[in-house]
């Protein structure tokens, strides 16, 4: 919980949990959050979880790189719509494997699909 103007506000996260138990707070937050400031104030305390609930050396030295990828990642499965409002709220979203340029949903899983399988002859 954090404290503001002497009185204890629920955090970002610990709403999204609320809003809906059952889904990854992250999915809830690119859901529900639409302001410049709420996403902003979303990734800031979004750092801080993985800080503090995340036991990696890769967490550990760039925080706010993982949040960026895993937020970026999570953007790539929801509409566009979304992926513009939070890349202009951060400025520095891209997808891990589409970039800038996320496809809609068929596209996207045909190209998951393809990606899927080269993996698989490879190993």
């Known amino acids: 919980m954090k404290e503001q103007e002497g009185e204890n506000q629920q955090s970002i996260i610990e709403r999204m949990r609320e809003i809906d138990p059952k889904r990854n707070f992250i999915f809830v937050a690119l859901d529900e959050l639409k302001s410049s400031e709420e996403i902003k104030q979303f990734m800031t305390e979004y750092r801080e979880w ?3 609930n995340v036991n990696n050396e890769e967490v550990k030295r760039d925080p706010e790189g993982i949040a960026l990828r895993e937020v970026s990642y999570a953007l790539g499965l929801i509409g566009p ?37 080269a993996l698989i002859r490879r190993n």
């Open 50 to 52: 993985l800080v503090a």
């Open 81 to 117: 719509e979304t992926t513009e409002r939070w890349s202009e709220a951060l400025g520095s979203l891209s997808h891990s494997y589409f970039g800038r340029n996320t496809p809609d949903s068929g596209t996207a899983y045909q190209i998951g699909g393809l990606a899927g399988r």
